[in-house]
């Protein structure tokens, strides 16, 4: 199985910058896509950025052009460096990992218990 744990959350002003981690173990064979997902009260868990095992991103486009999505294969580590903070961005953000396993074929996602990331003034 794969434990996942976030980090790096906490109260910043609008226009300030967070850097979240992400840190993946356990036992599994690959890890390949993971992903920055966060819920604000009311909403629904949403997609900010995710990035392959080979480094190629995606990025919700209220996040565009101000978070950058980033990982690290040997340490198993994910980043997400936040900029130009807004107050909407206040959401509990949760680390997903796509891991394989059971098998190296088969993918599941796990996730990690959250870092709440507070923007305001």
Do not use: H
Not at 8 to 30: E, I, K, T, Y
Not at 40 to 53: E, K, L, Y
């Amino acid at each position: 199985q794969v434990q996942v744990v976030e980090s790096g959350g906490g109260l910043v002003q609008p226009g300030g910058s967070l850097r979240l981690s992400c840190a993946a173990s356990g036992s599994f064979f690959s890890i390949n896509a993971m992903g920055w997902y966060r819920q604000a009260p009311g909403n629904q868990r949403d997609v900010v950025a995710t990035i392959t095992s080979s480094g190629s991103t995606n990025y919700a486009d209220s996040v565009k052009g101000r978070f950058t999505i980033s990982r690290d294969n040997v340490k198993n580590m994910m980043y997400l460096q936040m900029n130009s903070l807004k107050p909407e961005d206040t959401a509990v953000y949760y680390c997903n990992v796509e891991a394989a396993t059971r098998s190296r074929w088969i993918i599941n996602n796990y996730w990690g218990q959250g870092t709440q990331v507070t923007v305001s003034s």
